[in-house]
């Protein structure tokens, strides 16, 4: 089905890609597009974004590029002001910045611990408080955020900043949803398992000191009952379900994207 988002509005931060092929954002905001929304791209990297736009475009779609670190408020105030002033209004939000860092309660530094708060969870805070004001006054809106398994499960990682920082982020938006259901306001959350995108294999190439991502790629998908990871479009078509009118009757809830991983470690 074509045009589910047809006239829609959305931003989509970390819209770009940690490198070739399809990260998480970067699918998301080609697959809104395809389905006629207009995009405002927002990354740290331009480059990133500007790869993003140029599928969009080359598509026929419409999208604008905005580079922005989205931990600063004044950053955050900037993108829902230049949203507005090319496109005109907000329909959605989707925030998909997030990232990992290894460290346990002890071994961790409080440095650490805050820029994970920062781009894992307050980041959306900043957005939200930013955006729900504009869908507040076009009396409706949808909101999805992006979390992780880790925020529901062991996964087998000392992540402790990380697997907070998403469990409270899956719980921001229950809260937000609920704050704004009478407004016509849905707030999501799509939350991966684990996928393989740029962002992981460049991980893994900087992490993994015997150069063998090969094997470790192998045994990440061999721990999945599926046999495999997902990819980016898993995440992004969860989204455009949680974003398009056919969940309009859905807030305040997750989609799990995880090939059944979550299941088996119950």
């Not at 329909?91 to 290894?102: E, Q, T, W, Y």
């Amino acid at each position: 089905m074509a045009g589910r988002l047809k006239d829609k509005v959305a931003i989509v931060t970390g819209a770009g890609s940690a490198g070739p092929g399809w990260g998480n954002g970067k699918a998301t905001a080609v697959l809104f597009a395809r389905e006629g929304a207009r995009i405002f791209a927002v990354d740290i990297d331009t480059a990133a974004a500007d790869e993003t736009r140029a599928i969009i475009e080359e598509e026929g779609g419409a999208c604008a590029v905005h580079q922005a670190d989205v931990t600063d408020e004044g950053a955050v105030e900037a993108i829902v002001a230049a949203c507005l002033d090319a496109f005109g209004h907000i329909d959605i939000l989707h925030n998909n910045v997030g990232g990992s860092a290894p460290g346990g309660a002890a071994s961790m530094t409080k440095e650490t611990w805050d820029r994970q708060m920062d781009h894992n969870l307050n980041h959306v805070f900043l957005a939200c408080r930013h955006v729900l004001p504009v869908m507040e006054r076009q009396d409706g809106g949808a909101i999805v955020n992006v979390a992780s398994v880790s925020g529901i499960r062991w996964t087998g990682s000392w992540h402790i900043a990380y697997d907070a920082a998403k469990a409270a982020l899956i719980r921001f938006s229950k809260v937000v949803a609920l704050e704004y259901a009478k407004k016509g306001i849905r707030c999501n959350t799509v939350v991966p398992g684990q996928m393989h995108t740029p962002l992981v294999e460049a991980r893994l190439a900087r992490d993994r000191t015997d150069g063998d991502v090969a094997a470790l790629i192998a045994s990440r998908d061999a721990r999945i009952p599926m046999g495999k990871q997902g990819d980016a479009w898993d995440v992004a078509y969860a989204a455009l379900y949680l974003a398009s009118d056919e969940a309009k009757y859905v807030t305040a809830t997750e989609i799990v994207v995880d090939g059944g991983l979550t299941a088996k470690c119950d």
